[in-house]
């Protein structure tokens, strides 16, 4: 039975938390349209910080605990990624700046 849904995950996502998180990035995403880059980094830190519960509990580090200047491409190619890892149900990856 167990070959009909290989591979199997190796952990259960927390899909509660995961789906906030994705939500969170989308409506960054969806705010920021347009805006300079200064607003956008402004408003990743906000919504960073409404996430960071989550962000926690699915082993995300949140972008400004990093303490190094946060760039708008590098937050957007780390959420798209993110996206991507956590709707297979694999491991978040941590913010590196380009």
């Known amino acids: 039975m167990s070959r009909l849904v290989e591979p199997l ?40 910080a409404t996430l960071a519960n989550d962000m926690t509990a699915l082993g995300m580090e949140t972008p400004e605990a990093r303490r190094t200047p946060l760039e708008w491409h590098a937050l957007v190619e780390w959420m798209l990624k993110n996206t991507q890892a956590l709707t297979r149900g694999e491991r978040a990856l941590k913010y590196a700046a380009a």
Do not use: D, H, M, Y
Not at 25 to 31: I, K, M, S, Y
């Open 9 to 48: 995950p190796l952990s259960i996502p927390r899909w509660p938390n995961v789906q906030r998180v994705l939500s969170g990035f989308f409506g960054l995403l969806t705010r920021t349209q347009g805006k300079s880059e200064r607003l956008c980094v402004v408003e990743a830190v906000r919504t960073s």
